[in-house]
């Protein structure tokens, strides 16, 4: 039998497929967007013989791009020890909700954000979570339970047996914590309105009985921008905390956006997004507030205005 080859479109297409998996093991946009390029990059760099002997050039790329991957989470690990305060994944906008100046999307190269799924497995909590797992255990579980690869694909890429791999899984999945309680998406965006209104009005009783009293926010501003190093804890201090950023930033407009695909809030001035809030919402109640303040992490909310 011949080989088969494949079509440079048929590479290209893996593109998409490629960004959402490095996406969820990453947690950033730009590190998803050069990982995916790598891959890219040592597929073109094969010879051609050795390119038609690769029977799924998919599967190659989703391997070798996971393995990037694994590599970037493992040296992750030794840079976020040196991080500026909390460490958050980067928060990703919807691109139904981009606003152009003359209502046309930009032509050129696509932004790796557009090609992102917006699903459960981009919430801010979940990414959170996947934050506390080993490099191993995070690309386990991604592959296997988010996109269902089998453990022996799984294997290649960890060079494990299977059942290592299943292993790492399980105990990947014993950190996930179950809901405590479903939260319709109309339900989380009525309580974020209530926010949005209680913090523009500089209301702290508001505040602080749309908050849990274990409520805990956490803020990420990575040394480049002003924020609090370690999370605040407690309804009370987040709501006076909330009400002291606001009397500090003049000016500062709210505006409702849906952040990794749940209701959120977008804090601007002069038209420049300045920080994007994430809430974890259970029995009408905010349990937990991610703030994202670091510029370099609010490169996708760029064309927000």
């Known amino acids: 039998m011949g080989t088969v080859q494949t079509s440079p479109d048929e590479i290209a297409g893996e593109r998409r497929q490629l960004v959402n998996v490095a996406y969820r093991l990453l947690g950033s946009v730009t590190e998803a967007e050069d990982a995916v390029q790598e891959a890219y990059a040592r597929w073109y760099g094969l ?36 991080y ?22 930009p032509t050129g190269p696509v932004d790796p954000a557009d090609q992102i799924v917006l699903d459960e ?19 386990a579980y991604v592959l296997h339970d988010v996109f269902r690869y089998p453990f022996a694909e799984v294997a290649d890429v960890l060079a494990r047996t299977p059942a290592a791999c299943k292993q790492l899984a399980a105990s990947a999945r014993r950190r996930v914590s179950l809901p405590r309680g479903p939260v319709t998406t109309t339900g989380q965006a009525a309580v974020v309105r209530r926010i949005r209104a209680a913090w523009e009005s500089k209301d702290i009783g508001a505040l602080v009985g749309l908050l849990d009293p274990a409520a805990v926010m956490t803020a990420d501003g ?39 695909g749940a209701p959120g809030l977008v804090a601007q001035r002069g038209g420049v997004v300045m920080t994007v809030a994430s809430f974890d919402v259970s029995d009408g109640r905010v349990a937990r507030i991610w703030v994202v303040r670091n510029p370099e992490k609010l490169r996708p909310w760029v064309r927000e205005s």
Not at 86 to 91: Q, R, V
Not at 228 to 247: F, K, N, S, T, W
């Open 47 to 82: 010879p051609r013989c050795r390119q038609e002997e690769i029977r799924s050039p998919g599967a190659w790329l989703t391997t070798v791009t996971s393995r990037i991957c694994l590599d970037l989470l493992t040296s992750a690990r030794v840079r976020r020890e040196r």
């Open 84 to 105: 500026v305060g909390a460490w958050l994944p980067e928060p990703l906008p919807d691109r139904g909700e981009w606003n152009h100046a003359d209502g046309v999307r």
């Open 121 to 139: 497995s981009v919430g801010m909590a979940f990414l959170v979570v996947l934050e506390s797992m080993t490099p191993a255990e995070r690309v």
């Open 222 to 260: 990575g040394g480049m921008a002003g924020t609090v190093l370690r999370p605040i804890e407690g309804g009370e201090r987040i709501a006076q905390y909330m009400v002291a950023i606001a009397d500090r930033a003049p000016g500062m407009e709210l505006l409702e956006r849906s952040v990794n």
